[in-house]
């Protein structure tokens, strides 16, 4: 695993298929998240550089909403109800706010497999350098996951509607470490039952 600091300099990172990355990024830049080859789902968080304690919350992020979707000018909001990140442009506009990081004991569970690559699992590896202590759980963004709630209230989660070269633009809102994982999910839908790349561009702003 590379790991890399984008204080002052642009960097383009090809995330291979179902590993994590880490970065810490500066206010003001330009986090662009892009499917590579399609329907490939990716676990996104994010910590205040400066307080890991206020970090990425998606409940608290819908509960400002007051929805479950997220467009451009809108954002994305911690824990502690602050904005950390504002949607710029979004080629897919679908994601999810539901599902929390998959983890060994899931794919036990749903699928009877041990010791299975996990976004926990890529998640805590990236992060560690960044001196952020593996949670109970991560709960992140989902770029390009798409959850259905049917009308009784179940939720189903299906194919991305993400092709080739789709993309989520983000503003950094303060000074921030984020986390990606490339889910490793070729059990379900959720990835088209094949898990590829991912690519992550940061630009800064200009001094």
Do not use: W
């Given at each position: 695993?590379?790991?890399?600091?984008?204080?002052?300099?642009?960097?383009?990172?090809?995330?291979?298929?179902?590993?994590?990355?880490?970065?810490?990024?500066?206010?003001?830049?330009?986090?662009?998240?892009?499917?590579?080859?399609?329907?490939?789902?990716?676990?996104?968080?994010?910590?205040?550089?400066?307080?890991?304690?206020?970090?990425?919350?998606?409940?608290?992020?819908?509960d400002v909403l007051r929805s479950y979707r997220i467009k451009p000018g809108q954002s994305v909001y911690s824990n502690q109800y602050q904005p950390l990140l504002k949607i710029v442009r979004d080629t897919v506009g679908v994601h999810d706010f539901f599902n929390s990081a998959c983890r060994p004991e899931m794919y036990e569970v749903l699928y009877g497999?041990?010791?299975?690559?996990?976004?926990?699992?890529?998640?805590?590896?990236?992060?560690?350098?960044?001196?952020?202590?593996?949670?109970?759980q991560h709960y992140p963004f989902n770029l390009f996951m798409k959850s259905v709630v049917?009308?009784?209230?179940?939720?189903?989660?299906?194919?991305?509607?993400?092709?080739?070269?789709?993309y989520v633009e983000m503003e950094a809102l303060t000074d921030l470490v984020i986390g990606l994982s490339a889910c490793p999910c070729e059990e379900s839908s959720c990835n088209g039952y094949h898990?590829?790349?991912i690519q992550l561009d940061v630009e800064p702003i200009a001094d």
């Amino acid at each position: 695993m590379n790991m890399n600091t984008a204080e002052r300099h642009k960097q383009s990172v090809r995330i291979p298929a179902k590993t994590g990355y880490a970065v810490k990024v500066t206010k003001g830049s330009l986090i662009r998240v892009t499917d590579l080859e399609g329907q490939q789902v990716v676990d996104f968080v994010a910590y205040d550089a400066q307080n890991a304690n206020n970090r990425l919350d998606p409940g608290v992020t819908m509960d400002v909403l007051r929805s479950y979707r997220i467009k451009p000018g809108q954002s994305v909001y911690s824990n502690q109800y602050q904005p950390l990140l504002k949607i710029v442009r979004d080629t897919v506009g679908v994601h999810d706010f539901f599902n929390s990081a998959c983890r060994p004991e899931m794919y036990e569970v749903l699928y009877g497999k041990k010791d299975h690559a996990s976004c926990y699992h890529n998640l805590n590896q990236a992060l560690e350098p960044f001196g952020i202590l593996p949670p109970d759980q991560h709960y992140p963004f989902n770029l390009f996951m798409k959850s259905v709630v049917d009308d009784l209230g179940k939720i189903d989660v299906v194919a991305p509607d993400s092709r080739a070269g789709d993309y989520v633009e983000m503003e950094a809102l303060t000074d921030l470490v984020i986390g990606l994982s490339a889910c490793p999910c070729e059990e379900s839908s959720c990835n088209g039952y094949h898990c590829t790349a991912i690519q992550l561009d940061v630009e800064p702003i200009a001094d």
